[in-house]
């Protein structure tokens, strides 16, 4: 899996809208990019994924640039339940079997 | 909405002995997955197990360690000869179609392992 950079750690208010970069300046054609959060002592827990449009759930929107070297995960309202660590992977579309997580964005969410 | 299960949820053991940690994926799902988080660092992947059969390993998956699907709804891992630095959070995973159609991997709660 090619590697991305996060920000170690950021800092949000509960009800505002949050937003997390991730760069992966050498990710390829077929690579998707795929955000995790962990929430304290849980596993991991799948948020998004997209190749090259943006994607909205119910959890989240990811926003990717044009040139698809950085990506945004948006969350629109933050709750104090959203305070995790957010993991940026990109997966290549190419077979395989694992993730491989990074450090991630800790999110710390004030009340 | 379904999920991954693991049990124990806590598992003390003494250096030496062997454990056993218990997963049961999601009934659907094909492919199988362990991780483990030593405390304070990154999730890391340890194994990867699809058609009754390791399909990759990481280097920390060595010899100590196996995995086998028992039966139709069993996913195990089993730490022969456990050392200190085995003592970690493991988790186990489950996707419904491997890394080429980029399905999402379910994870379990984990097992809290710690060897003294």
């Known amino acids: 899996d090619a590697k991305t950079t996060q920000p170690n750690s950021m800092e949000s208010n509960e009800e505002e809208p949050v937003h997390l970069p991730c760069n992966h300046s050498?990710?390829?054609?077929?690579?998707?990019i795929h955000w995790y959060r962990q929430l304290p002592s849980q596993g991991p827990e799948y948020v998004i994924h997209?190749?090259?449009s943006n994607v909205n759930n119910r959890m989240a929107s990811l926003a990717i640039a044009e040139d698809r070297k950085s990506s945004t995960l948006i969350l629109h309202r933050a709750t104090l339940r959203d305070a995790a660590v957010y993991y940026c992977i990109l997966r290549e579309n190419t077979g395989g079997f694992k993730t491989i997580f990074g450090a991630g964005t800790r999110l710390f969410v004030k009340a | 909405e379904p999920e991954v299960t693991q049990t124990p949820s806590h598992q003390v053991t003494q250096m030496g002995q062997e454990v056993i940690l218990r997963c049961v994926p999601i009934s659907n799902h094909l492919y199988f997955y362990w991780y483990r988080q030593i405390l304070g660092q990154k999730v890391e992947f340890l194994v990867s197990?699809?058609?009754?059969?390791?399909?990759?390993k990481s280097e920390i998956f060595d010899d100590q360690f196996s995995v086998e699907r028992p039966d139709g709804s069993n996913f195990t891992l089993k730490i022969r000869s456990t050392k200190l630095e085995d003592s970690a959070m493991y988790f186990c995973a489950s996707s419904d179609r491997d890394s080429s159609y980029n399905s999402p991997l379910h994870f379990g709660n984990g097992t809290r392992l710690t060897v003294t």
């Open positions: 197990f699809y058609n009754n059969e390791i399909s990759e």
């Open positions: 997209g190749l090259t």
């Open positions: 050498t990710i390829s054609g077929t690579d998707y």
